[in-house]
Each structure stands twice: as C-alpha cells, then as structure tokens.
C-alpha cells in the first residue's frame, strides 16, 4: 500500500470480526509500535496481547470493575460490560511505563506510548486488518490496571481492539486542512 494512502486512509472500525492478525503479522504489528519516536530511548511502552479466554477474563474484569465503581449497576450493565471485551477478535493492551528522566518529563512518555498505539492503527490497516483505540473508564480504573499487572508507574494509553471490518468500514471524514493550519509571522 503507498504511504499516503495509508495515512489518509486510515479508518477506525468498530464493528469486527474474525480473523485477527496472526502471528506474523502481529510481529510486524509491534516492530510499527517499536519505531514511535522516543526521547532518549526510554522505551515507554509495553504491550498485551489478549485472545481467546483471555478476553472472557478481561470481560470479567471490566465487569468488577464496574461494580466496584457503581454498587448499583444491573445484570445487564454487567453483562454489557462483560461482552465489550469480546467485540474483537484481539485486543492489545498499550501501558506507558513512565520512568523518572531528567530531561523526559511524563507527558513526553505519554505521547511516545501514544504514537505507538498510531503506528499500530496504520499498521494494522497496511496489513488490511481494521481496528479502534478505546479507553472508556477501564483504561483509568486501578483495578483494570492492577488486574491486567500493571505497575504503580504504568498507565493504560489504551485498548486497541483488532479484527476484520464487520459489514462495511465508516465513510472518511472530509477535513480541510486550511482550517487547522496558521501560518505563524
Ligand atoms: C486516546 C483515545 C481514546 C479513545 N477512546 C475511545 C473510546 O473509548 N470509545 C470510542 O468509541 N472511541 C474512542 N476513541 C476514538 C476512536 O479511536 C476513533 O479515533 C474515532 O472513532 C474516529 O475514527 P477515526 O480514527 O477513523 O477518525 C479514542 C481515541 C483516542 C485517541
């Protein structure tokens, strides 16, 4: 695929399906993820793969969590919470681990663990796989992280679920690029 096309085409999709990347398409999935530019090297990111049963028990997860949060929540508020781990074939987990620098403060850290979890979006399309970065109150719930065994200096950038485009991907949004770009005198 050309270079433009990838990064002008690029389309969330939330509606997946199986198949997911395999194997080797995953690892060249990652190496995008490993190529995010990074001040001083720190490699401020990690990331987890979950699959299979793996996502019925990051499902249940999500489900704790959620009744942690609210003592109120139904059965079928649980559920929905539950099944939103299983509406991918794959979900990667992306974790900024923010490491004290003295010329890399934590937002540059974030942003870096950022521009890999877009690598992986591009990537994930250049491979004619689809997908979406989600976060929602999971991605910022302690005991999601401390489920998922993330340290106390990791922060959950976000969940990339990844598939097949179920049914037909959304039309591109038409921005101008006059309207967000100033020449600065
Ligand atoms: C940090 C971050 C968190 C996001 N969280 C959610 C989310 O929880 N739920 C959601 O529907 N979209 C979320 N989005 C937006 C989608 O990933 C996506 O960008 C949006 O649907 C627009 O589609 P597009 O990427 O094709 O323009 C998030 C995006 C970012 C960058």
């Given at each position: 695929m050309d270079a433009f096309d990838l990064l002008h085409g690029r389309n969330s999709v939330a509606k997946l399906c199986e198949p997911a990347p395999g194997k080797e398409a995953l690892e060249n999935i990652y190496r995008a993820a490993l190529r995010a530019p990074d001040h001083a090297r720190l490699r401020p990111w990690r990331f987890l793969s979950v699959t299979g049963d793996g996502r019925n028990k990051l499902g249940e997860l999500y489900a704790r969590a959620l009744a942690a949060r609210n003592?109120?929540?139904?059965v079928a508020e649980l559920d929905k919470a539950r099944g939103k781990a299983l509406r991918a074939p794959l979900i990667v987990v992306v974790v900024a681990c923010i490491q004290a620098h003295p010329k890399v403060p934590k937002v540059e850290q974030l942003l870096s663990a950022g521009c890999a979890a877009h690598a992986m979006l591009l990537a994930v399309h250049a491979l004619g796989f689809a997908g979406i970065w989600r976060t929602g109150a999971n991605a910022f719930d302690r005991m999601v992280m401390d489920g998922l065994g993330l340290?106390?200096?990791?922060?959950?950038?976000?969940?990339?679920?990844?598939?097949?485009?179920?049914?037909k991907a959304k039309p591109l949004a038409e921005l101008n690029v006059a309207d967000y770009v100033q020449e600065w005198k």
């Open positions: 003592s109120q929540a139904t340290a106390a200096n990791e922060e959950l950038i976000g969940f990339l679920y990844l598939g097949t485009v179920d049914g």
